[in-house]
């Protein structure tokens, strides 16, 4: 997905909404230039994810701060949702469908995003599990998607967040299940990455136990195909299908062209606009019909 005018603005205002209580006025005018900057610069290889890393790093060394460190958040929401795996479970089995079960959960553990959320918090989590998953998969690409499973040899499980990846991974215990013929890849962040899931986070879940895990050799917060590894690349580009978790990956893939179902909520203005939908309403869509 191009980099937007919307996104542009929405990123110079986060900066500026993280200095306002700073002080120094002509440093702050300093560093805001060059933000802009950066933003007039923008080239047909950004996207909003990439921008966002070097935004990150500018900040930290314009006002010599250090970087954000998400690995406690990591590890408490990849906890928590191991603490109800085993329940979630149990529902996702006694379901009509358990895979449209296992991706209905998977879609609401995409609100553990600490990049687009400014207060992800665990009581919002519980409470969202606990809403039957009233927003339904689109009935017409479900159907599209279970048609390609069944055709499918290879399947490629791109990941998002922490405490998220572990809905993930019941989605493929189902899939495993009702397809064992099928051969799943799943690709995480190739390195830390804001709360998105790592190789190590994967190992940490017991997800690498049940299939094979790779990193995609980037640090941005989605698949950013001109820079991720040459094994992820070619992972992607022979699939027969993807399923792919987040915003972040929807905004490094859309008119990638791949046979891609993204899952997500709508977590930014600019995805409530551009999908007509509501704050954190769920999203199931396919690449080659948007």
């Not at 006002?63 to 928590?80: G, R």
């Not at 979630?88 to 553990?109: Q, V």
């Not at 791949?258 to 930014?268: A, D, E, G, P």
């Amino acid at each position: 997905m191009n980099f937007n005018p919307f996104c542009m603005c929405c990123a110079v205002s986060k900066q500026e909404q993280k200095i306002r209580s700073f002080q120094d006025m002509d440093k702050k005018v300093e560093y805001m230039k060059k933000v802009m900057d950066r933003m007039a610069s923008i080239d047909e290889e950004d996207c909003a994810p990439s921008v966002s890393i070097e935004l990150k790093k500018m900040f930290s060394d314009f006002w010599d701060q250090p970087m954000e460190d998400y690995s406690s958040a990591k590890k408490e929401f990849n906890q928590l949702m191991l603490d109800l795996e085993d329940s979630l479970e149990e529902k996702i089995r006694h379901s009509n469908d358990p895979l449209e079960t296992a991706l209905l959960y998977a879609r609401i553990g995409n609100y553990i995003d600490f990049a687009a959320l400014s207060d992800v918090n665990s009581d919002t989590v519980l409470a969202l599990l606990e809403e039957d998953n009233k927003d339904p998969l689109d009935t017409q690409e479900y159907l599209h998607f279970r048609k390609d499973l069944n055709s499918a040899s290879r399947l490629v499980y791109l990941t998002d967040n922490c405490g998220e990846v572990v809905l993930d991974k019941l989605v493929i215990k189902i899939l495993k299940e009702l397809y064992p013929e099928l051969d799943i890849t799943v690709i995480v962040r190739g390195f830390p990455a804001i709360n998105d899931a790592t190789l190590d986070d994967a190992r940490d879940i017991g997800l690498t136990e049940i299939t094979r895990v790779i990193g995609n050799g980037n640090n941005v917060g989605g698949t950013w195909l001109p820079h991720i590894s040459d094994e992820a690349r070619e992972m992607l580009e022979t699939a027969d299908l993807i399923i792919s978790k987040g915003q972040g990956n929807y905004e490094t893939l859309h008119d990638c062209g791949l046979n891609i179902y993204y899952l997500f909520l709508c977590k930014c203005e600019w995805f409530q606009y551009q999908f007509k939908a509501r704050p954190l309403q769920g999203m199931f869509i396919n690449e080659r019909r948007i």
